[in-house]
């Protein structure tokens, strides 16, 4: 009785092993074709919103650098508007065709909806530094013109080398001749009024060019000389006595601005030469995200949102002596910080030097100084330069995206895959499947 027990269930026991291979494989083959099926139907979209809320970015990612191997496309057109676009696999910047004027954002932002921030050329001023301090302060104002009463035109091209290679895009804003349209109050609040020497008050607009109040300012040259590079372009600021600094500007993620100068109408032969650079933190559609400045200064990082207002006009910009040897930092710098996580998205830069070069041909490297203020819609900051009567005058601020602060990542679906990439896991999982395939048929 026992052994007839123990026949029946070892009979049973094969009989349960082999449908339990065959269910194993079944279910091979079925993981196979889920793992195939689940992988073409993940995420087809461009691009997702990051939301790590827990992100923080330190100076270190701000000084990254590039090998010449980061080589990045460079596309520039423009549109029936006149708008220039110069695009890379990183940054979008546009520059008006009336004002210097560049807006720039993460090329995965569509239209810079998350992260949008600008920055404007807005006055040059003359000014007595009275209290000695280096920087201007309104009250100190000799005289000054807003670029807005100038016509502008707007040059654009591409570097090539041996190679044919495009090198470099560059986009050229030349001044011209006095506009009869132009917006004359956006400065009045702190703006002290000028008086001619008859004490009359000046003039700010005219139908007749001679009666102009910044006619004094038709014959300056001025130019903002934009470039953005495919790979890292390094340079220095020199003079006749040697090299004063060096500088690096990052390939695909920055675009470099030569402010230069010339034929400036002084009319004092000890006054100083301050330039408006108006930057804006926060112009994208989407509330998604809100950002702050932070200057990072001698004493520490001291952050500054637009939407305040300064007690102060004309508050000065500490430059920061980074390794404490006396000698201010070549670069000076400004962060555009996301305040929900603290991760920096992009940099405005400044060399700490600018070149003067004489009638002579002398070229000379001097100190640049610069103040601040907020006025609830942006930041200003002036640039200020000694006096380079019958000379010409040549600085180099930048404004930058960092690739490690973008709003946006790259998908992980399979269809975000390179081509190459896609057919490879295809092949091999077909293979797979085809050896268990076999391997089951030949168990059967």
């Given at each position: 009785?026992?052994?007839?027990?123990?026949?029946?269930?070892?009979?049973?026991?094969?009989?349960?092993?082999?449908?339990?291979?065959?269910?194993?494989?079944?279910?091979?083959?079925?993981?196979?074709?889920?793992?195939?099926?689940?992988?073409?139907?993940?995420?087809?979209?461009?691009?997702?919103?990051?939301?790590?809320?827990?992100?923080?970015?330190?100076?270190?990612?701000?000084?990254?650098?590039?090998?010449?191997?980061?080589?990045?496309?460079?596309?520039?057109?423009?549109?029936?508007?006149?708008?220039?676009?110069?695009?890379?696999?990183?940054?979008?910047?546009?520059?008006?065709?009336?004002?210097?004027?560049?807006?720039?954002?993460?090329?995965?932002?569509?239209?810079?909806?998350?992260?949008?921030?600008?920055?404007?050329?807005?006055?040059?001023?003359?000014?007595?530094?009275?209290?000695?301090?280096?920087?201007?302060?309104?009250?100190?104002?000799?005289?000054?013109?807003?670029?807005?009463?100038?016509?502008?035109?707007?040059?654009?091209?591409?570097?090539?080398?041996?190679?044919?290679?495009?090198?470099?895009?560059?986009?050229?804003?030349?001044?011209?001749?006095?506009?009869?349209?132009?917006?004359?109050?956006?400065?009045?609040?702190?703006?002290?009024?000028?008086?001619?020497?008859?004490?009359?008050?000046?003039?700010?607009?005219?139908?007749?060019?001679?009666?102009?109040?910044?006619?004094?300012?038709?014959?300056?040259?001025?130019?903002?000389?934009?470039?953005?590079?495919?790979?890292?372009?390094?340079?220095?600021?020199?003079?006749?006595?040697?090299?004063?600094?060096?500088?690096?500007?990052?390939?695909?993620?920055?675009l470099k601005v030569d402010i230069e100068i010339g034929n400036f109408p002084f009319i004092s032969e000890t006054s100083k030469v301050a330039v408006l650079n108006y930057l804006i933190e926060d112009?994208?559609?989407?509330?998604?995200?809100?950002?702050?400045?932070?200057?990072?200064?001698?004493?520490?990082?001291?952050?500054?949102?637009?939407?305040?207002?300064?007690?102060?006009?004309?508050?000065?910009?500490?430059?920061?002596?980074?390794?404490?040897?006396?000698?201010?930092?070549?670069?000076?710098?400004?962060?555009?910080?996301?305040?929900?996580?603290?991760?920096?998205?992009?940099?405005?830069?400044?060399?700490?030097?600018?070149?003067?070069?004489?009638?002579?041909?002398?070229?000379?490297?001097?100190?640049?100084?610069?103040?601040?203020?907020?006025?609830?819609?942006?930041?200003?900051?002036?640039?200020?330069?000694?006096?380079?009567?019958?000379?010409?005058?040549?600085?180099?601020?930048?404004?930058?995206?960092l690739d490690t602060g973008s709003p946006i990542i790259q998908p992980t679906g399979i269809l975000n895959l390179p081509m190459e990439t896609i057919t490879l896991i295809g092949v091999a999982s077909?293979?797979?499947?085809?050896?268990?395939?076999?391997?089951?048929?030949?168990?059967?």
């Amino acid at each position: 009785m026992g052994s007839k027990i123990v026949i029946i269930n070892r009979r049973n026991n094969e009989l349960f092993v082999k449908i339990m291979k065959r269910l194993h494989v079944s279910k091979v083959l079925l993981f196979a074709l889920m793992f195939l099926l689940v992988a073409s139907l993940s995420p087809a979209t461009a691009f997702t919103i990051s939301g790590d809320d827990t992100t923080t970015e330190t100076e270190d990612k701000t000084e990254e650098t590039h090998t010449d191997d980061d080589k990045h496309d460079l596309d520039e057109y423009r549109d029936t508007n006149g708008t220039v676009w110069i695009e890379t696999d990183v940054m979008t910047v546009t520059l008006d065709p009336k004002l210097p004027i560049y807006q720039y954002w993460y090329t995965g932002d569509e239209n810079g909806s998350l992260a949008r921030f600008m920055i404007s050329y807005k006055m040059i001023v003359e000014f007595e530094d009275s209290n000695g301090d280096g920087i201007y302060q309104p009250n100190e104002t000799l005289a000054f013109v807003p670029l807005d009463a100038f016509e502008w035109s707007l040059q654009t091209g591409e570097i090539t080398n041996d190679l044919n290679e495009v090198t470099e895009v560059y986009a050229s804003y030349t001044k011209g001749g006095l506009s009869y349209k132009f917006e004359d109050d956006w400065y009045e609040e702190w703006m002290p009024e000028i008086e001619e020497e008859e004490e009359e008050p000046v003039i700010l607009a005219s139908e007749d060019p001679e009666d102009h109040a910044f006619a004094d300012f038709a014959g300056m040259t001025l130019r903002f000389y934009g470039h953005v590079y495919t790979t890292d372009y390094f340079g220095n600021v020199s003079d006749d006595f040697g090299v004063e600094s060096n500088y690096t500007v990052a390939g695909g993620m920055e675009l470099k601005v030569d402010i230069e100068i010339g034929n400036f109408p002084f009319i004092s032969e000890t006054s100083k030469v301050a330039v408006l650079n108006y930057l804006i933190e926060d112009v994208a559609s989407s509330g998604e995200y809100e950002h702050s400045y932070e200057l990072h200064e001698k004493d520490g990082d001291n952050e500054v949102d637009s939407e305040d207002v300064s007690d102060i006009y004309g508050i000065g910009f500490e430059d920061r002596d980074e390794n404490h040897d006396g000698q201010d930092d070549d670069i000076q710098q400004i962060s555009v910080v996301d305040g929900t996580n603290n991760l920096t998205r992009g940099l405005y830069s400044w060399l700490d030097k600018a070149i003067i070069t004489d009638l002579n041909g002398t070229e000379t490297a001097v100190d640049v100084d610069t103040s601040y203020w907020t006025d609830g819609e942006g930041l200003l900051l002036f640039f200020a330069y000694p006096n380079f009567d019958g000379g010409s005058l040549l600085h180099d601020p930048a404004l930058r995206l960092l690739d490690t602060g973008s709003p946006i990542i790259q998908p992980t679906g399979i269809l975000n895959l390179p081509m190459e990439t896609i057919t490879l896991i295809g092949v091999a999982s077909a293979v797979v499947i085809v050896a268990i395939a076999g391997f089951a048929i030949k168990r059967r």
